[in-house]
């Protein structure tokens, strides 16, 4: 079983160079940009065909949490690979969804849960008994502490940190840097340190 990309963009190359490392086999890559022909070595193929996916794998290779959604909500029966890099660190009571993509040098602790499509990015750290839901991207040097949930669709931005036993909710954005010591309610922007509500994400 060979697996097929969507999106060909950067996101695209480091997911295929994680595949390559794992040694499993890419076909090329799906992108609606037709104009596009190949990404590193693959060949592009334009939209999807379904047809080409019969027997085959996908990933989801676009850094749009909700775009990543529309996309899988526009499918059906489809069978998802993953993505984890060789040289993460994760915990044998970790659980990781299906499409899900985890970089170079992540660290995961004890019973985490990581939902479907999600994007855990470079040298990002996850502690023990954390939950995050399908579409979330924790972007790279992010370090979330012990006990945190993080809503579907949220983007935590690159070096956030956020304190222990948090609830972050559903299609937040969290900007670079920031520092996260309260609760955030849903379609949050959040900014500074320590981390300041600025606008609402709608």
Excluded: W
């Amino acid at each position: 079983m060979k697996t097929f990309l969507y999106g060909a963009s950067g996101h695209a190359k480091v997911i295929a160079e994680i595949l390559e490392d794992n040694n499993l086999e890419i076909e090329g890559v799906f992108d609606d940009n037709e104009s596009i022909k190949n990404v590193l070595d693959y060949r592009c193929f334009g939209k999807i065909d379904l047809e080409k996916l019969e027997n085959n794998k996908l990933i989801i290779s676009i850094g749009d949490n909700k775009i990543r959604k529309k996309i899988v909500d526009s499918l059906s029966n489809i069978n998802y690979n993953t993505a984890i890099d060789k040289s993460a660190n994760i915990s044998k009571r970790t659980h990781i969804g299906e499409g899900t993509v985890i970089m170079k040098g992540v660290s995961i602790n004890s019973s985490v849960q990581i939902g479907k499509h999600c994007i855990i990015n470079t040298n990002a750290s996850i502690d023990h008994d954390c939950k995050i839901d399908n579409f979330v991207h924790i972007s790279p040097n992010s370090a979330l502490a012990g006990n945190i949930k993080i809503g579907e669709g949220t983007h935590i931005g690159t070096g956030v940190n956020i304190i222990p036993n948090l609830t972050i909710g559903k299609y937040c954005i969290i900007g670079a840097g920031a520092v996260i010591i309260n609760d955030i309610p849903d379609f949050s922007v959040v900014v500074g340190n320590p981390g300041k509500i600025i606008k609402k994400n709608i």
